[in-house]
Nanobody
Framework: QVQLVESGGGLVQPGGSLRLSCAASGRTFNMGWFRQAPGKEREFVVAIRWLDDSTYYADSVKGRFTISRDNVKNTVYLQMNSLKSEDTAVYYC???????????????????WGQGTQVTVSS
């Protein structure tokens, strides 16, 4: 069982930036970030494919968020710029245990999950 540990959340003003990290205890393949705001379902934010580091973004964060990974450290990062109040949520790191070429945007297709880190965007 692979453990995912997120860090980097916090309180930031609108227009500010945060960088989230997710460290995996073992080998993973496709990895992604999801988020869940109070009273809402968990939603896809971004994912990165293990095969070639191709990235896939939700329209709501395209151009503002950037995902990257360090395969040596088994860590994935989420750089979040130009943050808005609607970005406020608990952010979860997710990983796939299988080497799939297809990158899913659905919660059910990921096998490992972190505990979540709170991101609050407020003045």
């Amino acid at each position: 069982q692979v453990q995912l540990v997120e860090s980097g959340g916090g309180l930031v003003q609108p227009g500010g930036s945060l960088r989230l990290s997710c460290a995996a205890s073992g080998r993973t393949f496709n990895m992604g970030w999801f988020r869940q705001a109070p009273g809402k379902e968990r939603e896809f934010v971004v994912a990165i494919r293990w095969l070639d580091d191709s990235t896939y973004y939700a329209d709501s964060v395209k151009g503002r968020f950037t995902i990257s990974r360090d395969n040596v450290k088994n860590t994935v990062y989420l750089q979040m710029n130009s943050l808005k109040s609607e970005d406020t949520a608990v952010y979860y790191c997710a990983a796939d245990r299988l080497s799939k070429a297809f990158v899913s945007r659905f919660v059910k297709d990921y096998d490992y999950w972190g505990q979540g880190t709170q991101v609050t965007v407020s003045s």
